[in-house]
């Protein structure tokens, strides 16, 4: 069965809002076994929302509408769907009581402008809502297909969403659910990725993979549908795997986790504490480690320092560094980490310096990036160029540090794991 969403107001074009709605309405149709093939925004314009109905009653089973149902003159959701199917709105006698009724209880006088809720286009019913005014539409179109038209405040969509709509769409749809998959690897470009997996890509329809690249990772989306969510899970299974065997040491989860909560889950696991030295990210680093669940065990804090003289003194990175190889370097880098980790007394620290822009620094070009990292008895460093502006050169530099720690984590061995034996 297939389903759509429509966004209704101005301000989602104009970009005053995100279209949130949107994104939740299409998770839990997924979850009831709904395909969700467009996605349609359109202004407070009563023909261009009438046009958006039509379009979209030609090519999906169920419509889904959100916004427009208010009191005020540019709320016209309703008129659009009277225009495009063609039917009256009735005034509904019971609507407007429960309204009088709600407002009273409130110790509030009903504004008149409220009674434009209690119109139902002709053959349609109506959701009652228990919170705010707005109550839902539902109509059934000559087809046999069905536009339900809900407020855009997302409470009490989902309310409605939940209590109503969903059930129903289940049981029209029948057993059925689509699940997805997302393997996410880094240090990896997306084109290479879609070279390894090209066989997969080609020849499943069901389940199905997609790339997504960003934010100097790539994520794998495996999709599935089945009768039932444990079959598609089922499914999903083997393909995940096959896809992280390819990837290889890139992968570092089958199961859509950000790289901070793969990295904090190594920690706690291996009973290790971290800190950090940052410079180009800005403690941009430290806020994704502390947002890792449970960050307070094994987080115990970073230092940002910008310029080489908190370098000196915060990090004590020798001044022969700092008039040598510079302060965007490994040499840097590497010295940075060390003080980190004597600094806070931890057994990791990782350590960020480079430069993001937009003019080049110490001598190095916009988008260099020099990472380190200081274990007991081990220290390793690397240097790269990110792609983008500032936002984005950090967001790469933050990556690749929470990616070393990652590696240099997978490679230890868990608390109680015998060690192997040097005979």
Not at 100 to 113: I, K, N, Q
Request: hydrophobic share 40%; proline share 5%.
């Amino acid at each position: 069965m297939r389903a759509e969403v429509i966004g209704v107001g101005t301000e989602i074009l104009l970009g005053q809002i995100c279209n949130d709605n949107a994104q939740w309405i299409s998770a839990r149709l997924a979850e009831i076994g709904w395909d969700v093939a467009f996605h349609q925004a359109v202004g407070d314009n009563e023909e261009r929302i009438a046009h958006a109905f039509e379009l979209a009653v030609s090519r999906s089973d169920a419509v889904i509408v959100t916004g427009g149902l208010g009191p005020t003159q540019d709320d016209i959701t309703r008129e659009g769907l009277s225009l495009a199917l063609g039917r009256q709105l009735r005034r509904d006698p019971d609507i407007e009581r429960f309204l009088r009724e709600r407002f009273a209880s409130l110790g509030r006088l009903m504004p008149e402008s409220n009674l434009r809720q209690c119109d139902v286009p002709e053959g349609g019913r109506y959701i009652l809502p228990q919170r705010g005014t707005a109550p839902g539409l539902v109509v059934k179109t000559a087809d046999g297909g069905r536009i339900y038209a809900v407020p855009g405040v997302p409470a009490e969509m989902r309310e409605m969403m939940l209590g109503t709509i969903l059930p129903e769409l289940a049981e029209i749809g029948g057993p059925s659910a689509i699940v997805s998959r997302v393997v996410k690897a880094t240090g990896i470009a997306e084109a290479r990725v879609a070279e390894l997996l090209d066989d997969l890509f080609r020849g499943s329809a069901n389940p199905s993979v997609a790339y997504l690249a960003g934010g100097g990772e790539v994520r794998v989306r495996l999709t599935a549908k089945a009768t039932r969510r444990s079959a598609a899970e089922a499914m999903l299974a083997p393909l995940a795997d096959e896809v992280a065997r390819r990837l290889g040491e890139h992968a570092f989860t089958t199961s859509d986790e950000d790289l901070d909560e793969v990295v904090g889950r190594l920690f706690r696991s291996r009973k290790l504490s971290v800190a950090a030295a940052e410079s180009v990210s800005g403690g941009g680093l430290a806020v994704r480690l502390s947002h890792a669940p449970g960050s307070s065990a094994f987080f115990k804090g970073a230092a940002v320092c910008y310029t080489a003289e908190a370098k000196q003194t915060v990090l004590g990175v020798s001044r022969e560094t700092i008039e040598g190889p510079g302060i965007v370097s490994q040499e840097c880098a590497r010295e940075m980490a060390d003080g980190a980790r004597k600094l806070y007394e931890a057994d990791v620290a990782v350590a960020l310096t480079g430069v993001a822009g937009p003019e080049e620094h110490d001598g190095k070009p916009v988008g260099t990036v020099c990472v380190a990292l200081s274990a007991d008895g081990t220290t390793e460093s690397r240097t790269f160029r990110a792609p983008g502006d500032r936002d984005q050169v950090r967001r790469w530099a933050e990556q690749s540090a929470l990616d070393m720690l990652r590696r240099h984590l997978e490679g230890l061995p868990e608390p109680g794991d015998p060690v192997p034996s040097t005979m």
